[in-house]
């Protein structure tokens, strides 16, 4: 099965995604996590996309995009199946993705709009945390960590993302208005988009989900 997720920042697609890729064994690929990878590296490319995404809070141009995700494309072939989360972005990227899929005889099976009211959104922005050793992200109202500032996981230490200050949360929701949200009517069209409220806690969220993937067929009834 090939999924995407599009949503608002902190819709939850990241949570969520983790949570299908456990459960329906798939392979996830969030392009916000890969890039904050790069983004740590000393190399031109990594100053670079570290520019971009944590001091000025902008989407990274597709030339670059491209080239990051070339690598993970090519391994697709060995996957059972996969969900993007946070690729594609913008239409240009979602046409890129199409074609590289029909060049294996492939086509996305469905995209979940995640969607969330935008006071919402600015609201779990500001009380995201994330792991500064792992990645892994939390929320201070809707998945807050067993104790304060520390990683349930490893034991890290929690962090605010450096792109999460008032200003670029800003930036980055306009991008997701006017870059992103035309995606919607773009997978409508293709009558593969399906929405879901991701304005509740996070299983009644990923019940939606799985509902939905049953109703198309998409996983069996005794799935999850
Ligand atoms: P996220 O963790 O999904 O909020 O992504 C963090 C940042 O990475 C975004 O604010 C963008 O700057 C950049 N980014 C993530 N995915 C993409 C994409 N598909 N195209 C361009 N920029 C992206």
Same mark, same amino acid.
Do not use: W
């Given at each position: 099965?090939? $999924?995407?997720?599009?949503?608002?920042?902190?819709?939850?697609?990241?949570?969520?995604?983790?949570? $299908?890729?456990?459960? $329906?064994? $798939?392979?996830?690929?969030?392009?916000?996590?890969?890039?904050?990878?790069?983004?740590? @590296?000393?190399?031109?490319?990594?100053?670079?996309?570290?520019?971009?995404?944590?001091?000025?809070?902008?989407?990274?141009?597709?030339?670059?995009? #491209?080239? =990051?995700?070339?690598?993970?494309?090519?391994?697709? @072939?060995?996957?059972?199946?996969?969900?993007?989360?946070? #690729?594609?972005?913008? =239409?240009?990227?979602?046409?890129?993705?199409?074609?590289?899929?029909?060049?294996?005889?492939?086509?996305?099976?469905?995209?979940?709009?995640?969607?969330?009211?935008?006071?919402?959104?600015?609201?779990?922005?500001?009380?995201?945390?994330?792991?500064?050793?792992?990645?892994?992200? *939390?929320?201070?109202?809707?998945?807050?960590?067993?104790?304060?500032?520390?990683?349930?996981?490893? #034991?890290?230490?929690?962090?605010?993302?450096?792109? @999460?200050?008032?200003?670029? =949360?800003?930036?980055?929701?306009?991008?997701?208005?006017?870059?992103?949200?035309?995606?919607?009517? *773009?997978?409508?069209?293709?009558?593969?988009?399906?929405?879901?409220?991701?304005?509740?806690? =996070?299983?009644?969220?990923?019940?939606?989900?799985?509902?939905?993937?049953?109703?198309?067929?998409?996983?069996?009834?005794?799935?999850?």
């Amino acid at each position: 099965m090939i $999924l995407v997720l599009i949503g608002p920042q902190a819709s939850g697609k990241g949570t969520q995604s983790e949570k $299908l890729a456990e459960k $329906l064994n $798939l392979n996830h690929i969030e392009m916000g996590g890969i890039l904050r990878k790069v983004a740590r @590296e000393n190399t031109p490319l990594g100053r670079k996309i570290n520019e971009l995404i944590n001091k000025k809070g902008v989407l990274v141009p597709d030339k670059l995009i #491209f080239q =990051i995700i070339d690598n993970y494309l090519n391994k697709f @072939e060995i996957l059972p199946g996969i969900i993007f989360d946070g #690729f594609p972005r913008v =239409i240009s990227q979602a046409k890129y993705l199409e074609k590289f899929l029909k060049s294996k005889g492939k086509t996305i099976d469905i995209v979940i709009y995640l969607r969330l009211p935008k006071k919402q959104t600015f609201k779990r922005l500001i009380s995201r945390r994330i792991c500064e050793k792992c990645g892994r992200v *939390f929320n201070l109202i809707t998945n807050p960590p067993k104790k304060e500032g520390v990683c349930d996981f490893c #034991f890290g230490k929690l962090v605010k993302r450096e792109d @999460e200050t008032p200003e670029k =949360i800003k930036t980055r929701l306009k991008e997701f208005e006017t870059q992103t949200k035309p995606l919607i009517d *773009f997978y409508k069209k293709r009558k593969i988009l399906e929405e879901v409220d991701g304005d509740q806690p =996070i299983d009644l969220v990923f019940n939606d989900i799985v509902s939905i993937l049953k109703k198309r067929g998409l996983v069996g009834n005794e799935a999850v």
